[in-house]
């Protein structure tokens, strides 16, 4: 197990694994679940792995793998989607390094990691309500494609735990979200502590703190603001608006009700 990620033979892969492949200079990882069969389920802006709907998907897009002219005759995508899309291992890699998301990991070890999106605190459920999870938002999605608050590791976590965030007012489940907004946040909130030290270790070392803190209070393990949602419930909700997931500006209303 390494700082960064979480290295893995094709060998090891089961179904209901939660993996990803970091793509060009480590800007994003894209994530998704591994459902057996060479197949891995995962979710997209309208196939595209990653977007904000703004002019910074310009250097997303170029960041990302570049689509091979010839067809895959293995998958299967079509234009008409509703996000979540399935794609054989080669594909879903891109000729990336394959990695596991690991779950239930110690304190130690997830504040042991360089950056977000790599492991979570959280229980994950056994492998086959994963696999069921995935395979069903495959047939009826997964709501509105939001960068910070629902994108592929969101989509990834909720398929191994279930748990969704309360209030969508806040960012979403994502590692590697949190790690974008952790990084200046640190720089920010440390600044007021020049008056207390001008010492560029001290504030260095202030800054990785409050980093390391803000990424484990909204670990996905540690928030209280989530709740388990069943996969049948969760697209009903969907398709009746009483739950929004995640149309940025719109909150989002759930009813607090259990989950199957």
């Not at 690991?102 to 304190?107: G, H, K, L």
């Not at 492998?127 to 509105?144: I, K, M, P, S």
């Not at 494609?145 to 629902?150: D, P, T």
């Not at 960012?171 to 909130?189: D, E, F, K, R």
Request: overall charge positive; aromatic content about 8%; some cysteine.
């Amino acid at each position: 197990m390494g700082l960064l990620s979480n290295r893995l033979d094709r060998g090891s892969l089961k179904p209901g694994d939660h993996i990803y492949s970091w793509r060009t200079a480590y800007i994003y990882a894209h994530h998704g679940i591994y459902v057996g069969d060479d197949k891995v389920v995962h979710f997209t802006r309208r196939g595209q792995e990653v977007a904000t709907g703004t002019v910074l998907d310009v250097l997303l897009v170029s960041s990302g793998p570049r689509r091979s002219l010839v067809p895959c005759t293995t998958c299967t995508h079509t234009d008409d989607t509703n996000g979540v899309v399935s794609s054989c291992l080669n594909c879903f890699l891109s000729g990336g390094i394959l990695y596991r998301f690991e779950y239930s990991v110690s304190p130690a070890v997830f504040l042991a990691k360089a950056r977000g999106g790599t492991c979570t605190l959280a229980v994950s459920d056994p492998n086959e309500t994963v696999v069921h999870r995935a395979n069903y938002l495959l047939d009826n999605g997964f709501g509105c494609y939001n960068i910070f608050k629902n994108n592929c590791e969101d989509f990834a976590i909720y398929c191994k735990t279930g748990l969704l965030v309360v209030d969508q007012r806040t960012m979403g489940q994502s590692g590697q979200a949190v790690s974008i907004i952790g990084g200046p946040l640190a720089a920010v909130l440390s600044t007021p502590l020049r008056l207390v030290t001008t010492n560029v270790y001290g504030m260095v070392a202030t800054a990785v703190s409050v980093y390391c803190a803000s990424r484990y209070a909204a670990d996905i393990g540690m928030r209280r603001d989530v709740m388990k949602v069943g996969v049948e419930d969760l697209t009903r909700r969907i398709a009746t608006g009483a739950l929004t997931v995640a149309e940025p500006g719109i909150p989002a209303l759930v009813a607090n009700n259990n989950a199957t």
